[in-house]
């Protein structure tokens, strides 16, 4: 896709990932709004230049009250990109994790769908545009700490493929980002050997450029999980991974 004239929308950017992209969108000469619930970090974005509205995935009103924010002021939307996500680790013999697993699907999986459903009509009425949804390279290699995060990305995965399929004709694509281990503040905890953030979305905005656009984003560091399966590496990895249950307090490997 051509990076320089698009008008973009990344809900879910107002930190990580989903910042670097809006900034890189920005630089390459795209119009950019930003989505999300940190009012400061949104203030700060508004003084960069870009758009920024204020939204909660997981409220539906929020979510159609942010549509028509950015639509009333960017009508030319061409791109929305459903980054907001929740990373929480949880034990599952300890029944607390349950409030940790809603949260995850209604962030993940619901707000994705909350989020494409209040923007497909706006997409499909214009005969063009582009969904990129994200997932994680989890979705395909499930880490063990995280599982109902593996779950929710294994779900927007399944999820993106069949929008794919209905929106076929229509002119709106469907892009799937896989990000493997990314250096951003919701990776701290978990992995300090993490993609430095700046290399990750360098090489995203190279894949985006590409013609056609990839149906799946994937940078050199998630084709080992992309492909676990097929590779037949996936019990190795998978025995490997769950070493690191012992970060989950209480336990040990
Ligand atoms: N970093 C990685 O290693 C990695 C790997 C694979 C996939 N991913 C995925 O990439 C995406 C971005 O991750 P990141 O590492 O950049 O994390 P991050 O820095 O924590 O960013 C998460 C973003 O999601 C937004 N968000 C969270 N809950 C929200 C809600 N209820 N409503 C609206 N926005 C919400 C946050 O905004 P507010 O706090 O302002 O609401 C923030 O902008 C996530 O979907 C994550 O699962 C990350």
Known sequence: MDLSGRTVFIVGGTSGIGRELARRF????STVAVGGRDARALSELAAEGLGTVSVDVTDSGSVAAARDAVLARFPELDTV????????????RD??????????????????????DAFTPHLVARGSGTFITV?????????PPMPTYAASKAAVHAYSE???????????????????????SAQEQVNPHALPLGDFAQEVMDLLAQ???PREILVKGVLMHRWAERDGTYDDLVAQRSQ???????RTA
């Open 211 to 213: 013609e056609p656009t």
């Open 26 to 29: 920005a630089a390459a000469g």
């Open 244 to 250: 690191a249950l012992a970060m989950l307090p209480g």
């Open 135 to 143: 997932t994680s390279g989890i979705a395909f290699l499930p880490f």
């Open 95 to 116: 029944p607390a994790h349950f409030e940790a697993a809603r949260t995850t699907i209604d962030t993940n999986l619901i707000g994705t769908i909350r989020t494409i």
């Open 162 to 184: 069949a929008l794919r399929a209905q929106l076929d004709s229509t002119g709106v694509g469907v892009v799937e980002l896989v990000p493997p281990a990314v250096a951003t």
């Open 81 to 92: 990109v459903t980054m907001a996500g929740a990373m929480l680790l949880e034990d599952l």
